[in-house]
């Protein structure tokens, strides 16, 4: 974590790093474009009503990644941001000097905070022209002067659609958006509201080809990665050992990590998210990782089980082949018109058969995308991209199983997007016999 704000450097160059901010990053047409075209859809499906979405409120230094419904429909990672979306038959946006369909409120910093803090983004005509968004205005400073600018923004009986953002992660959020509702409840009892979740988990549930092709990225960087950290995994080695040669195979490829890895051995390996990777490896334990590096913020999510001594005991073969033909039973039920549970019901059968169902402690599969758990219905169509990721956890045996892969739903099936990096138990043996 940085210390108190530096003191100011030379007038040139700080002159130039304003420069730099204030001009924001660059962003390829095709992407603004894709945006563009989802807050068209959103518009479309709005009809007379009107969309409010919050991006993740400034809480400290150390920022939380971007909520990721604003992130899908503007691009922007800054803090303290927000679209208010109009439906296409309803009344324009008046702001003072425009009127508009959709406007994104930016912070309005000093230039004092955005070197400090790295802003991106600012109000005005550039941010307007690179983002592809209609009208940027100023962000109101806290809830209670967004309710406020809402009020005078939106007509009278006006219907406002916006996520609950429930769940922990969205604290932040939904403290802020709970704030400004009761601000603008008080000044506007004709406007009602509407959950917009539903609607935009289906729409970021179907990927579109930009999406897909980034999540290949980062597949293909996580595959290597993994390959890379192999030759950690062995007696006498360290969960963070390994755990940190994953982080450098993501860093030095341009990606990030998605989440905080798992790299569980021995007893950890029952744990299903062990993040603590702070055990030894010893000879005769299983070595659990679960690793997604994050490339243009979509995220991927694989998991492979090793033997730390490089040969899987009998017991632990056992296990584990048991565990990768769930997988598999999984991946061949993942089809359009399949649903989750459907899917979790394949891989559940063959633990069961083989008398470990009992030890299957957590779901089969899960979305992933922008987030590594990605908001979706259990119904799958073409296009969806999720997990499938049966688990074994017998902490009596310190031995725990999990194999993990992306798979991408097609029209006449699924496709393994993480299919390159082996799981057979023999190959994986031969992958630390190297």
């Not at 989750?340 to 995308?369: P, S, W």
């Not at 992306?406 to 390159?420: I, K, M, N, P, R």
Request: glycine share 8%.
């Amino acid at each position: 974590m940085a210390p108190d704000a530096p003191s100011l450097r030379p007038p040139l160059a700080f002159l130039l790093l304003v420069a730099a901010v204030v001009a924001g990053p660059s962003v390829p047409e095709s992407v603004a474009a894709a945006r563009a075209a989802r807050r068209a859809r959103l518009s479309e499906r709005l009809g007379t009503d009107y969309a409010l979405v919050l991006g993740q409120p400034l809480t400290d230094v150390l920022q939380p990644p971007q909520e990721g419904h604003f992130l899908y429909l503007t691009g922007v990672d800054d803090p303290d941001a927000a679209l208010l979306l109009a439906g296409v038959k309803a009344e324009k946006l008046a702001f003072p000097g425009q009127r508009a369909s959709e406007a994104i409120f930016l912070l309005e910093a000093g230039d004092g905070f955005a070197r400090f803090y790295g802003q991106r983004w600012r109000p005005g005509a550039e941010a307007e022209r690179v983002l592809g968004v209609e009208a940027t205005r100023p962000m109101p400073r806290g809830g209670e002067a967004l309710g406020k600018e809402l009020a005078g923004l939106l007509p009278e009986g006006a219907r406002l659609h916006l996520p609950a953002y429930a769940g922990r992660d969205s604290a932040a959020i939904r403290e802020w958006k709970d704030t400004a509702l009761a601000t603008l409840r008080a000044a506007r009892p004709d406007v009602t509201f509407e959950d917009l979740h539903p609607a935009l988990m289906l729409m970021r549930a179907t990927k579109e080809p930009i999406e897909i092709e980034a999540m290949r990225r980062a597949v293909g960087v996580t595959l290597d990665a993994l390959h890379e950290a192999l030759p950690e995994i062995r007696p006498g080695s360290t969960e963070a050992a390994v755990d940190g040669a994953l982080l450098r195979g993501v860093r030095r490829r341009g990606a990030v990590p998605g989440y905080v890895f798992v790299v569980a051995s021995g007893a950890n390996s029952t744990i299903p998210h062990h993040f603590r990777n702070d055990g030894p490896l010893a000879d005769g334990d299983v070595l659990v990782i679960d690793a997604g590096g994050s490339v243009d913020r979509y995220a991927t999510d694989i998991t492979r089980t090793f033997p730390v001594n490089g040969r899987f005991a009998p017991r632990q073969r056992e296990v584990y082949e048991a565990v990768l033909r769930a997988q598999l039973a999984g991946i061949r039920a993942v089809k359009p018109r399949a649903t989750l549970q459907q899917v979790d019901a394949a891989a559940r059968a063959v633990l069961k058969e083989a008398g470990l169902d009992a030890y299957f402690i957590h779901a089969t599969c899960h979305h992933v995308g922008l987030d590594v758990h990605d908001p979706g219905p259990p119904l799958l169509a073409a296009g969806m991209t999720i997990t499938v990721e049966p688990g074994v956890y017998i902490p009596a045996e310190r031995l725990g199983v999990r194999i993990e892969d992306v798979v991408l739903v097609t029209a006449d099936g699924a496709e393994v997007l993480s299919e390159a990096f082996p799981k057979d138990a023999d190959e994986i043996e031969r992958l630390l016999a190297r």
